[in-house]
């Protein structure tokens, strides 16, 4: 394969596709783009693409190779993930992260070898061009890429895939469960979580009314999640309640988000071979999703979490970010989002949501004051859902303790290491315990600009916990229904749920007016 036909004017740039079994092609760091665009030009031994040609479509699939391709590609055509190819595909919606990765990669390929055009022009104006470019120009016209073929039916190109990826550089073990699990419904909420309904449709075989909710499911729970962009360094307190929607790991929590919420456990889904009267069967208790019905109730059921703790929905906790997901260095923690979805869902599953806000400001006090016990139990029991039940553990046995009167926090940290689960790993710190050098890292940085947003949050007017910037409501002092107007003097900032549920609930049971005074 000649280097021109992944561009854009070439007729087999048009039928090469990745199969539904491929992975992401998002792997790779700009100078390993950089690192394959300049092996190719030197001549350096590149590994063989291996190709499937479907006789149904006459579309070329990529079973093995795709990262090489696509960086040749991104080269040819100048797009590397943020450009006219890309912002088609992914409807516009690119991340800032993917923006700066793509600008990452097109200035260090541009810095060790030029870009394909100086490179195409470089034969044609010697006297513009270094001897380099030109001696590179030279390969380019005679250098190809090597290809293998795949012969047989399209099962015969999956399981070469599987061969071919747990060799020399295994597939993520999350990643190739979606891939093999790629037609359940859980795989394809996933899938068009993590990308806002953009990008490669997994749910294409579905009808067109079912594709078009799908896609509007994903992009509102997006914007729950992922929405405002991730910054780091941290110059503000308005984050994303889900981390960074473009990176390595969101996949991952995304996906056990899904799981999490419908009640899924990894037997239900993954392909496992049992035994029966005697006989090998599959087991499949959870079957493929033949008309997208599922995939929909699955999104549904996060939708209804995610605007449980994030947005501006009347049922919206409005739970702080930089309170419950995030460390007090500023890195995002998978397993704190997870165990904060999970708490939510009891709260609402116990109908605990309204002696929750009764003490909500104490409890999100001490979740600031000892974030670092999510760390300890993060580092004791791993990432994702293995870490999601001892938190899960420590927010209920904190909120029941809270409930009761308990105030003294010497108190308090005794019961949470009264709980089997908790009590080796929970440890308090002194300010000797950390260790410091002379000058600031970027993590102590961190540090202190949350502490500084978090001091200056607005507090709700009705349960005095910290607002986030994303979950603000306006409320009425005095009732609209007993004469409150719409002035400035009668309004207050609250959380969403404190706004409806809290405060109507309470003024239904009592009969008298509840307002922040």
């Known amino acids: 394969m000649k280097v021109?036909?992944?561009?854009?004017?070439?007729?087999?740039?048009?039928?090469l596709r990745k199969p539904d079994f491929q992975r992401e092609t998002s792997n790779w760091t700009p100078e390993k783009v950089a690192e394959l665009?300049?092996?190719?030009?030197?001549?350096?031994?590149?590994?063989?693409?291996?190709?499937?040609?479907?006789?149904?479509?006459?579309?070329?699939?990529?079973?093995?190779?795709?990262?090489?391709?696509?960086?040749?590609?991104?080269?040819?055509?100048?797009?590397?993930g943020d450009k006219e190819i890309s912002a088609r595909f992914f409807a516009d919606n690119i991340p800032r992260e993917q923006k700066k990765a793509a600008e990452a990669a097109r200035h260090a390929v541009d810095s060790r070898v030029g870009s394909y055009r100086s490179l195409a022009s470089a034969l044609r104006n010697p006297e513009a061009s270094t001897d380099k470019q030109i001696r590179l120009a030279r390969n380019l016209s005679s250098f190809a890429v090597h290809l293998q073929w795949v012969v047989g039916e399209a099962s015969k190109a999956e399981d070469s895939f599987y061969k071919i990826n747990q060799h020399a550089t295994p597939i993520n073990q999350t990643e190739l469960d979606i891939i093999k699990a790629r037609r359940k419904p859980n795989a394809m909420a996933a899938r068009a979580f993590i990308r806002a309904g953009t990008g490669h449709k997994y749910w294409s075989e579905f009808d067109n009314t079912t594709q078009v909710q799908i896609e509007s499911i994903a992009e509102e729970v997006y914007a729950l999640i992922f929405k405002p962009d991730l910054e780091m360094p941290i110059r503000s307190a308005d984050l994303p309640a889900g981390g960074q929607g473009y990176s390595a790991d969101s996949l991952n929590m995304v996906f056990e988000l899904v799981n999490w919420v419908n009640g899924l456990k990894p037997e239900m889904w993954q392909r496992r071979e049992g035994r029966q009267a005697g006989g090998r069967i599959k087991s499949e208790a959870l079957p493929d999703d033949r008309d997208g019905s599922v995939t929909i109730q699955f999104m549904q059921a996060v939708r209804r979490a995610a605007s449980r703790i994030a947005g501006n929905g009347p049922a919206s906790l409005g739970l702080h970010p930089a309170v419950y997901f995030y460390g007090s260095t500023g890195r995002f923690q998978p397993p704190a989002f997870l165990a904060a979805v999970a708490f939510a869902m009891e709260l609402e599953r116990q109908q605990d949501l309204n002696r929750f806000t009764d003490v909500r400001s104490n409890f999100e006090d001490f979740l600031v004051q000892y974030s670092y016990f999510r760390n300890q139990l993060a580092g004791a029991y791993g990432a994702g859902l293995r870490s999601l039940s001892p938190i899960l553990?420590?927010?209920?046995?904190?909120?029941?303790?809270l409930s009761s009167g308990e105030a003294d926090e010497v108190k308090i940290i005794g019961l949470l290491r009264d709980q089997p689960r908790l009590k080796s790993h929970i440890k308090p710190q002194s300010t000797e315990d950390r260790k410091y050098g002379r000058n600031f890292s970027s993590e102590t940085k961190n540090t202190i600009y949350l502490r500084t947003y978090l001091n200056a949050a607005p507090s709700c007017a009705i349960c005095r916990a910290r607002v986030p910037k994303g979950s603000v409501s306006i409320d009425h002092k005095i009732r609209k229904e007993d004469g409150g107007l719409g002035a400035p003097e009668n309004g207050q900032v609250t959380h969403p749920y404190c706004n409806t549920g809290y405060k109507e609930s309470r003024h239904s049971k009592t009969g008298r007016k509840v307002n922040g005074n």
Request: proline fraction near 3%; charged fraction near 20%; glycine fraction near 4%.
């Open 4 to 15: 021109t036909d992944l561009s854009l004017e070439s007729f087999t740039y048009h039928v």
């Open 37 to 80: 665009v300049e092996s190719f030009l030197e001549g350096d031994l590149i590994p063989s693409i291996i190709l499937w040609r479907s006789p149904e479509s006459g579309n070329i699939f990529v079973i093995d190779g795709a990262h090489r391709l696509s960086a040749l590609a991104a080269w040819v055509n100048d797009d590397y």
């Open 393 to 401: 553990q420590m927010y209920l046995t904190l909120f029941e303790a």
